[in-house]
């Protein structure tokens, strides 16, 4: 069974042990930012377990650099075995619930033009391209930047 739950502190291995999995060194988060962003009080980290198992987590800002109404999601993580059984998805709505709670009037994120599950996960939410930056993630790599209106029209 799918569950959404926020972060605990007893979480932080089995995340680091999902960012291992799903990232090479080169761009993988450090266990430093890691525990820094799960202790964030401007952060909320959602953790998803399948059958008390954690598989997945997600990390959202709710207070942009450069838009301090628009959160940003820094990453949503599952690790192999365990995706396209929608917890990114669900993953996904936690964040944007928590962007919704602490008030913010959007939400953004970057993600590999690479990165073909995860642009149609967020496109598939109603995401809008709303640039590029190139060599985002280095490696000639570059970042389509995504952006949702959490205000209903």
């Not at 988060?29 to 401007?42: E, H, I, W, Y």
């Not at 365990?82 to 962007?99: N, Q």
Request: aromatic share 10%; with cysteine.
């Amino acid at each position: 069974m799918l569950q959404t739950r926020l972060y605990e502190p007893d979480d932080l291995r089995a995340m680091y042990a999902i960012e291992e999995a799903c990232f090479e060194p080169a761009v993988r988060f450090s266990r430093g930012l890691m525990r820094s962003l799960s202790l964030d009080p401007d952060c909320r980290t959602w953790m998803g377990m399948l059958d008390g198992i954690r598989v997945g987590f997600a990390v959202v800002g709710l207070r942009g650099e450069s838009d301090p109404t628009a959160a940003y999601i820094w990453t949503i993580e599952v690790l192999p075995a365990f995706r396209r059984r929608g917890v990114a998805r669900e993953l996904l709505k936690g964040v944007e619930s928590s962007a919704v709670q602490a008030g913010c009037a959007s939400i953004e994120l970057h993600v590999s033009e690479r990165n073909s599950d995860a642009l149609a996960l967020y496109e598939g939410a109603g995401y809008v391209r709303a640039g590029i930056q190139r060599q985002y993630y280095g490696r000639r790599e570059d970042a389509f930047l995504y952006r949702k209106s959490l205000i209903e029209k």
